[in-house]
C-alpha cells in the first residue's frame, strides 16, 4: 500500500508530464498552494521556488491537483474495500495502483462493489455456476444436453438452467475491466452519434431542425454541436444514442466480447458462447458503452465549453481602458427614454437625465440641448453608448449633438460600449448599496459610462455569467463554470494591479489572499482614516494579518506615496534589493523609476542573494524602468459606417468596421453596428487554416469585415475577414458543382423544412460556407 509521500510523488509526477514541468517543480508549487499561498502569488514572487512555473501552468496545476487527489483517495477506499473482503492479491493491488482514470479504477472495482441481489447470484443460488464452468471448460459439449443434469425444482426446464448459466456468464463478462477499456476504445474510435426527432415535436423544436436526423463520428463533434444536440434532448425534441455503425460496427463489437470467452472452434459450446456474447453486448454492454460516453461527451463539450467562456472573459477583462477622463454613458431607450449618467474622472457619479429623443415623444431638440448642457457643465471627454435596442439612433442623434458644438471646442469621443449585464448591474444589491437613491435604470447608464473608464473596475461588479461572452453557459456545470471564472478574474485582476486608494471593494475582493471580507475591512479602515499612505498602514486594517498582506502587498499600488516603490509591482519584501539597485546608480529612487536607460551598465546577477534568484532581480529591474505598467493595450474604438442601421441596410461585399463580442470554438461574432452581430466563422477569420478562433480575434478588439451573406427573416449576418472577401469559399463551392455542400434540410428524411430555408434576397445560403454558417448559428 503507498504511503503518503508515495502518493504524492506519483500525483507530481504526473502533473509534472502533463504541464510540461520536472516533479520537484510541481512539489514546490504544491507545497505553497497548500500553505494557503494563491496562483497569482506564486507565479509572480516565489520563481524560485517554483522553477518559474506561470500562471497558466500553476491553474492547470491547482485543477488537476484536486482530480488526482479525489482519484487517490478513491484507490485507497476500493483497495481497504477489497482486502477487507478477504480478495485483495498481489496482481490485483497492482492493477489498482496502476490505474490512470477513474474509469479505470471503477471499472477493477466493479466485480467487488457490493450490490442488490443480481440474476446471476440467483443463478449461483440454484447451483448453476458448475453449468457455466462445465460449458467454458467443453466447447465440443452440447450446452443443452450439460443443461439437462441441472434440472431442479428451482430450475424447471433445461431453458432455465442454460439461461441462469448465461447470466452467470454475462455477468463475468460485464465485470472484466480489461474487456471495458478495450470495449471503450472501440467505441471511442467508432462510435456514432445520433438524433432523430421525437414524433410530434417538429414544429415546438423548429430551432433544432438541423438535428431531426443526424448523425456524425463521437470523436468528432465540436463542443457547440454536441451541447445543442444534448438541449434538444432535455427538451424532449430529439432522442440521442451513441452506437457502433449498425451494418459493421455492432458485429466488431459483439467480435471483441466473444474473444474473452475465447470461442476459436465452431463446436456447440463455442456456438452456444458466441451467441452469448452477442447478447451481452447488445442488452448489457452496449448500454454501459452509451451512458459512458455520453457522459464523456458532455464532459468534453462542457469542458471547452468553459474553456470558452474563461478565454473571451480574459479577453474582454484585458480590454483597454480609456482613462480617467469624465465621461457621459447613455444607455439607449425608446419609449422609456435615454438614460444619461456622466461619471467624473474618479468615476463619480455628478449628473444624470432621462431625455426622449424618439417615439412617443420625439423630442429632438430637447434631448440634443441636455447632451450639450451636460458636456458643458462637466467638461465631458467621453460619451459611451449601451449596444442594446436603439444603440445607433442614440449614436446618430449624439454624433448630430457633437456636430453642433462651436468650433474650437473640443469634441467628446463618443464610442458604443458592450451593455451586457448592466442590467444584472442595476438590480443588484451592491449597486443599492452604493446608488441607495437612485432608479434602477439610471444605474445602468453609471455602468455603462464607467465600463469605457475601466472595463476591468467595473466588469468585476457583474456576475461573470451575466456578461455573455460564453456559448451554451446554461447547459454547463454551473460549479465548474464559476470556478473557472473567478480564478481568470483573479488572474487578470492581480496581472493589471489595483490603485489601493481608489478601488472598490468589488475589485479589491479579487486581489490576492484578501476576499470579500478583508476587501470591506480596506475600504471601510479607507473611509474612515483617509487614503492609504503605504502599504505597511494595511498591517493596520482589521483582521488583515502578516500572511494576507505578504499574498495581497505586491498587487496593490500607492500613487504618490511616501514610498515610490509602493507603485510599482516589486514587493515589499524585496525593497531592499531594489535598493541596493537603485544605490548602484548612485541616484535618487524618484529619479531611475520610469527612466529609461537608467539602469544600463547594470546586471541583473550581480543582485543575487540568498533569499532573491535571478528571476525576482529581472522582475524587479523590469519594475523599476517601468514601474506599475499596465498590461492592457492603448485604447482605439471602432467606427460604424453611416446609413448602415438596421441588418436591411446590409449588402454583399461591404466593408464594415466592427468589435468583436464574442469568440466561439466555430468562429467570432462582430457588432457592426445593427442590432445583430454578424458571424465569422473559423474558415474566415484569415487566409490561412484556422484552428482555433483565439489565435485570430479576441473579444474587444476592432476589425475590419466584409459582409458576405445576409439572412434577414432569421437575423443572421455571414462575415469574412479574408483579404479575397469570401471569394475562395465561393470559388470552392463552384469547383464541387451545385448543390454539393449545400446545407442538409433538417427535416427527417431530407424534408424541407418550410420557407425558412429559402435564402433572403441579397443573400447566399448555400455551398461550404453557407453550410459552415448555419451549422455555427445553431450555436443561438
Not at 472501440?186 to 462510435?191: D, K, S, W
Not at 480564478?487 to 490603485?499: K, L, Q, S
Request: charged content about 25%; hydrophobic content about 40%; proline content about 5%.
Amino acid at each position: 500500500m503507498d504511503t503518503a509521500p508515495q502518493t504524492a510523488a506519483r500525483i507530481a509526477r504526473t502533473i509534472a508530464t502533463e504541464i510540461g514541468a520536472r516533479p520537484e517543480q510541481v512539489g514546490a508549487a504544491v507545497k505553497l498552494l497548500d500553505e494557503g499561498a494563491t496562483v497569482p502569488f506564486v507565479a509572480r514572487y516565489r520563481k524560485e521556488v517554483t522553477g518559474g512555473l506561470d500562471d497558466t501552468q500553476l491553474r492547470s496545476l491547482s485543477d488537476r491537483l484536486s482530480y488526482l487527489r479525489e482519484m487517490e483517495a478513491r484507490r485507497e477506499t476500493i483497495l481497504n474495500s477489497i482486502k477487507d473482503q478477504g480478495k485483495l492479491t498481489e496482481v490485483l493491488a497492482k492493477s489498482i495502483a496502476g490505474a490512470e482514470t477513474k474509469a479505470q479504477l471503477e471499472d477493477i472495482y466493479l466485480p467487488y462493489k457490493p450490490k442488490r441481489r443480481t440474476k446471476a447470484m440467483i443463478a449461483r443460488e440454484n447451483g448453476l455456476e458448475p453449468l457455466a464452468d462445465a460449458i467454458l471448460a467443453d466447447r465440443t459439449a452440447d450446452p443443452e444436453a450439460l443443461a439437462q443434469g441441472f434440472v431442479t425444482e428451482a430450475v424447471p426446464t433445461p431453458k432455465d438452467a442454460l439461461n441462469g448459466a448465461r447470466d452467470i456468464i454475462a455477468e463475468g463478462l460485464t465485470e472484466n475491466a480489461q474487456l471495458l477499456g478495450d470495449l471503450r476504445s472501440f467505441m471511442q474510435t467508432e462510435a456514432r452519434l445520433t438524433a432523430k426527432v421525437i414524433e410530434g415535436q417538429e414544429q415546438a423544436g423548429a430551432k433544432f431542425s438541423d438535428y431531426f436526423d443526424h448523425a456524425e463520428l463521437w470523436s468528432k463533434v465540436p463542443s457547440h454541436r454536441a451541447l445543442a444536440m444534448l438541449r434538444a434532448q432535455k427538451e424532449g425534441v430529439v432522442t440521442l444514442d451513441i452506437a457502433p455503425d449498425p451494418e459493421t460496427g455492432a458485429a466488431r463489437a459483439e467480435t471483441i466480447v466473444a474473444s474473452y470467452l475465447g470461442t476459436k472452434t465452431d463446436g456447440a459450446g463455442d456456438q452456444w458462447l458466441r451467441k452469448i456474447a452477442g447478447w451481452t453486448w447488445r442488452v448489457k454492454l452496449s448500454l454501459t458503452m452509451m451512458v459512458d460516453l455520453m457522459g464523456d461527451l458532455r464532459a468534453r463539450a462542457q469542458e471547452e465549453a468553459i474553456a470558452v467562456f474563461a478565454r473571451n472573459l480574459k479577453d474582454l477583462l484585458f480590454a483597454a481602458p480609456a482613462g480617467a477622463r469624465p465621461t457621459l454613458g447613455l444607455d439607449p431607450g425608446i419609449r422609456t427614454g435615454v438614460k444619461a449618467a456622466v461619471v467624473d474622472a474618479t468615476g463619480k457619479l455628478v449628473a444624470t437625465d432621462t431625455i426622449y429623443p424618439f417615439q412617443p415623444k420625439n423630442d429632438v431638440r430637447g434631448a440634443q440641448a441636455a447632451i450639450m448642457a451636460l458636456i458643458a457643465k462637466h467638461g465631458v471627454e467621453l460619451i459611451a453608448i449601451g449596444n442594446g435596442t436603439a444603440s445607433r439612433e442614440t449614436e446618430k442623434l449624439v454624433a448630430d449633438t457633437l456636430a453642433m458644438l462651436p468650433s474650437g471646442v473640443q469634441k467628446p469621443t463618443k464610442v458604443v460600449v458592450s451593455e451586457a449585464g448592466a442590467s444584472v448591474y442595476s438590480a443588484s444589491e451592491l449597486a443599492a448599496r452604493e446608488f441607495p437613491d437612485l432608479d434602477v435604470s439610471l444605474r445602468g447608464a453609471v455602468s455603462i459610462a464607467r465600463r469605457l473608464q475601466d472595463p476591468l473596475a467595473e466588469l468585476v461588479k457583474i456576475e461573470p455569467k451575466s456578461i455573455g461572452v460564453g456559448q451554451y453557459q446554461h447547459d454547463v456545470d454551473q460549479h465548474k463554470l464559476g470556478k473557472s471564472l473567478e480564478a481568470v478574474i483573479e488572474d487578470v485582476v492581480n496581472a493589471v494591479g489595483v490603485d489601493l486608494n481608489t478601488a472598490s471593494a468589488p475589485l479589491l475582493a479579487h486581489v490576492s489572499g484578501l476576499g470579500p471580507g478583508l476587501a470591506e475591512a480596506v475600504v471601510t479602515h479607507r473611509d474612515i482614516n483617509g487614503a492609504f499612505k503605504s502599504r505597511k498602514e494595511l498591517l493596520k486594517v482589521a483582521r488583515l494579518g502578516p500572511r494576507a498582506f505578504e499574498q495581497c502587498a505586491g498587487f496593490l499600488r500607492i500613487r504618490d506615496g511616501a514610498e515610490p516603490l509602493d507603485a510599482s509591482a516589486v514587493h515589499p519584501e524585496a525593497y531592499d534589493v531594489a535598493r541596493r539597485i537603485v544605490q548602484a546608480c548612485g541616484r535618487d529612487i524618484r529619479q531611475i523609476m520610469g527612466s529609461d536607460g537608467a539602469l544600463k551598465g547594470l546586471r541583473a546577477d550581480q543582485f543575487v542573494d540568498d533569499h532573491f534568484g535571478l528571476p525576482t532581480v529581472r522582475d524587479i529591474f523590469a519594475e523599476l524602468e517601468k514601474p506599475g505598467r499596465d498590461p492592457r493595450p492603448s485604447f482605439k474604438t471602432a467606427t460604424f459606417t453611416d446609413g448602415v442601421e438596421e441588418i436591411t441596410d446590409l449588402r454583399p461585399g461591404m466593408v464594415l468596421e466592427g468589435t468583436v463580442t464574442n469568440v466561439a470554438a466555430f468562429g467570432a461574432f462582430v457588432d457592426i453596428g445593427v442590432h445583430q452581430d454578424g458571424l465569422v466563422h473559423v474558415s474566415q477569420l484569415a487566409d490561412r487554416f484556422v484552428k482555433d478562433p483565439h489565435e485570430v480575434v479576441k473579444a474587444g478588439q476592432v476589425v475590419k469585415v466584409t459582409v458576405v451573406e445576409v439572412d434577414v427573416p432569421r437575423k443572421r449576418i455571414g462575415l469574412t475577414m479574408r483579404k479575397d472577401g469570401g471569394a475562395s469559399a465561393r470559388d470552392d463551392r463552384n469547383a464541387r458543382g451545385p448543390g454539393k455542400d449545400r446545407p442538409r434540410p433538417g427535416g427527417p428524411k431530407g424534408k424541407p423544412r418550410g420557407p425558412m430555408s429559402a435564402a433572403p434576397k441579397g443573400g447566399n445560403q448555400t455551398g461550404a460556407l453557407g453550410a459552415a454558417l448555419q451549422d455555427a448559428f445553431r450555436k443561438k
